[in-house]
């Protein structure tokens, strides 16, 4: 995942308006780049912590990052603030392996990139 956050994080650089949102018939230009990371927990639910300011880390920041939002995502230990204010989200069939699956933007973001098989 790291390695997709910091390539989503690049691209969302070089096109801004993917790193916008949508209010009415206004697009909101976001200045920060904030990726979200969907997440499994144990329960079967999912949930997507954000890293904050994701073009300005490199790629050992982004591991460590991305490894200490989902084991606290895991363990019920995120704070309000670690699931708001996404941009772009990213998604994996993870463990489930899938080939194919629908992945839910997550409003008021304009897009998701969902990874599979």
């Known amino acids: 995942m790291p390695i997709f956050t910091e390539a989503v994080a690049a691209a969302l650089a070089e096109y801004p308006l993917v790193n916008s949102s949508v209010d009415g018939d206004r697009i909101i230009m976001k200045k920060d780049i904030n990726v ?55 998604t994996n069939g993870g463990v489930f392996g899938s080939m194919l699956s629908t992945p839910i933007i997550n409003p008021p973001q304009s897009g998701i990139l969902g990874m599979h098989n």
């Open 36 to 90: 979200g990371i969907a997440v499994a927990k144990p329960d079967g639910n999912l949930i997507v912590p954000v890293i904050k300011d994701a073009d300005q880390k490199n790629l050992v920041g982004l591991a460590k990052t991305v490894n200490d939002l989902a084991n606290r995502a895991r363990a019920n230990k995120l704070s309000p603030d670690e699931i708001q204010g996404g941009t772009f989200t990213i």
